[in-house]
C-alpha cells in the first residue's frame, strides 16, 4: 500500500517522487565502499534541457538494477536500491511509449561513465530532486549530433603539418625523412656524381689520344733511298757527319 500511495502521488506525465525516499541515498553512500565503480549511461544537462529527466529514466534504472545485483536478497542495500527502481518503472509507465523515440532522437548524445561512489549517488539525487520539482517537456529537440569534422580537421591539419616539416628537413638536409626513401637517395646521388666525374676524365683520355694520332700523322719524314737502311739516328743526332769525313777535310 504504501508503494500504491507513493506511486499514486506521481503526475500525469512524470509524477513527483517522496523526498522520504530519496532521503535513502544517504544510506546507501553510507553502506557502499567509497573507491566502488558504478557503471552509468546518461545525457548531460546541457544537452537535453528540459527532457534531461525523461531521456534519463531509462538507463539509470538499468544501472541501479546492476547494482543491486551485487547484494543479497537480504541486503537493506538491495531493498533500498530496489525502492528506487520501482519509482523509475512508474516514471517510464506515466511518459508512454514517445520515450523510445526521444531516447533514438538524442542517442548520439548519451555518455557512458563510471563513477565513484559518491559521485554516482550525486547524480541520483540530482534527478529525483529535479523529478519531484519539475514537469518534463512534451517535445524535446535534440542538438545537432557530435561529427566527425573535428576530428578529420584535425587529422588533416597534422597530415599537413608533418608533410611540411619533412619537407623543410629535405630542403635542409637534402634527405627525407623516410628511412627508405633515405636509404636510397644517396646511391642515386653517389651513382651520378660518379658519372660526372668519370665524363672529363674520358673526354681527357680521348683528346689525348686523337692529339697523339695528329701528331704522328704530321710528324716530317727524311726521304730515302730504297737501297739504303733503315735511319741509326733520328732529330738532330741524323744530321752530324761521318767522323771520317772530318778528319779528311782537316
Not at 547494482?67 to 525502492?83: C, E, H, M, P, R
Not at 566527425?148 to 619537407?167: I, P, W, Y
Not at 635542409?172 to 660518379?194: C, I, T, W
Amino acid at each position: 500500500l504504501k508503494t500504491s500511495n507513493r506511486l499514486a502521488a506521481y503526475s500525469s506525465e512524470i509524477g513527483n517522487p517522496i523526498t522520504d525516499d530519496i532521503k535513502k541515498i544517504y544510506l546507501l553512500k553510507q553502506n557502499i565502499p567509497k573507491d566502488y565503480k558504478i557503471t552509468l549511461r546518461y545525457i548531460p544537462k546541457e544537452v537535453s534541457g528540459m527532457c534531461w529527466v525523461k531521456l534519463n529514466v531509462f538507463h539509470l534504472e538499468v544501472s541501479l538494477k546492476g547494482l543491486a545485483q551485487k547484494f543479497g536478497n537480504i541486503s537493506s542495500n538491495k531493498d533500498n536500491i530496489g525502492t528506487f527502481v520501482q519509482i523509475l518503472q512508474e516514471m517510464r509507465y506515466h511518459i508512454g511509449h514517445g520515450l523510445e523515440d526521444s531516447m533514438l532522437e538524442f542517442d548520439c548524445h548519451y555518455v557512458n561513465e563510471m563513477w565513484l561512489t559518491a559521485k554516482y549517488f550525486e547524480f541520483v539525487e540530482d534527478f529525483f530532486y529535479t523529478a519531484n520539482s519539475s514537469r518534463d517537456a512534451e517535445d524535446c529537440e535534440p542538438p545537432p549530433c557530435p561529427t566527425s569534422t573535428k576530428t578529420t580537421v584535425t587529422t588533416t591539419t597534422t597530415a599537413l603539418t608533418t608533410s611540411a616539416q619533412h619537407s623543410t628537413n629535405e630542403k635542409r638536409n637534402g634527405l627525407p625523412d623516410d628511412p627508405e626513401k633515405g636509404a636510397f637517395l644517396p646511391k642515386v646521388v653517389q651513382s651520378s656524381l660518379m658519372s660526372l666525374l668519370a665524363i672529363p676524365f674520358i673526354a681527357v683520355v680521348v683528346f689525348l689520344l686523337v692529339w697523339k694520332m695528329k701528331s704522328r700523322r704530321n710528324a716530317p719524314q727524311t726521304e730515302r733511298s730504297p737501297e739504303e737502311g733503315p735511319a741509326l739516328f733520328s732529330g738532330e743526332e741524323a744530321n752530324i757527319p761521318p767522323l771520317d769525313v772530318e778528319i779528311s777535310e782537316k
